[in-house]
């Protein structure tokens, strides 16, 4: 017990180095996060009297080193696990259900040059895949650069650029990071264009709001017949909110939204895009998806967060 004593206080003071100039914007960090959400029931666009839905898990965990006051090493690992459940309507050519799972780090580090100003440099690796056949080309590589500014007490920005080798072609996302104390109740947090929040505090315990989150994802596919074809995932969640603390650190938090422009497109693997820049495709000469699509919808999310307050 003691020992587990010594660990959380090694990385309550690795967090706290790390995001001390901007307490009084980020007051908490979630270390933790468990969670599964369903997709409900929508039709697929071009076949009768069927339909597709749509469940996902998904882990994260958090970690810094600390080396001094100025430089950490700071690792974020994420393991996510989606299924999409048709009417039957695979073929030896498409996967039904289709079955993908991610494995994503992100390490680097983070270098501190005054109170007010950071750089952040992080190696993205990915295992991508349907686990039919884990292969060197399951991996993809990417990484995030960003430079961070606090502004005052109540507001924090970082700018930067995420890449990653995407099945489909080279990915560019320009990112800004914000940390924004708007008052008391309401403050604005996340990675934009990825995720991002919007909260009101009921009360120190619960919060609600709008959330965002924004991924183009693709996977090796590797089984049977189709193993010389890669998926793509595409969706924006928006959704409302709410977050309860139950116990201690731990958190539930529900959302409730809509899928926009949710899509899971299967191409050759010779069907490539020149580059993407966000949701802009630049040389897209790819044909149209080798399986059948399903229409965007409603989606519910259930979440296990444990959260560590910096103060």
């Not at 693709?218 to 969706?235: F, N, Q, V, W």
């Amino acid at each position: 017990m003691e020992s587990l004593g010594v660990y959380k206080r090694l990385v309550l003071v690795g967090l706290l180095a790390m995001v001390l100039p901007t307490v009084k914007a980020q007051e908490s960090i979630d270390l933790a996060t468990f969670s599964g959400r369903f997709g409900f029931p929508t039709s697929y666009t071009e076949l009768e009297n069927a339909k597709a839905e749509e469940a996902i898990g998904l882990v994260n965990l958090k970690a810094p080193v600390v080396f001094n006051d100025k430089l950490i090493w700071f690792s974020s690992l994420t393991y996510t696990q989606s299924r999409v459940l048709g009417d039957k309507v695979g073929t030896e050519l498409n996967p039904d259900p289709i079955d993908l799972y991610a494995f994503i780090l992100q390490t680097g580090l983070i270098y501190r040059t005054s109170e007010t100003n950071a750089f952040h440099l992080l190696f993205v690796p990915r295992l991508m895949t349907d686990f039919g056949s884990v292969t060197a080309e399951s991996w993809q590589w990417g990484a995030i650069g960003m430079y961070e500014h606090t502004y005052g007490e109540r507001l924090t920005m970082r700018y930067g650029v995420m890449y990653n080798g995407e099945w489909s072609g080279a990915l560019f996302v320009p990112l800004i990071d914000v940390n924004w104390k708007i008052s008391n109740k309401w403050s604005l947090t996340g990675l934009l264009p990825i995720y991002g929040k919007l909260n009101y505090q009921i009360n120190p315990n619960a919060t609600a709001g709008l959330s965002l989150f924004g991924l183009i994802t693709s996977y090796d596919l590797s089984k049977g017949d189709y193993a010389d074809t890669y998926m793509e995932r595409r969706s924006i969640d928006l959704a409302l909110f709410g977050r309860q603390r139950l116990f201690g650190n731990f958190h539930a938090e529900l959302r409730f939204g809509y899928a926009i422009g949710r899509a899971y497109e299967q191409y050759d693997k010779s069907e490539k895009i020149d580059a993407r820049i966000s949701l802009i495709r630049i040389g897209d000469d790819r044909g149209e998806p080798l399986n059948p699509q399903f229409d965007p919808g409603m989606f519910t999310s259930l979440r296990l967060v444990y959260n560590l307050p910096l103060d």
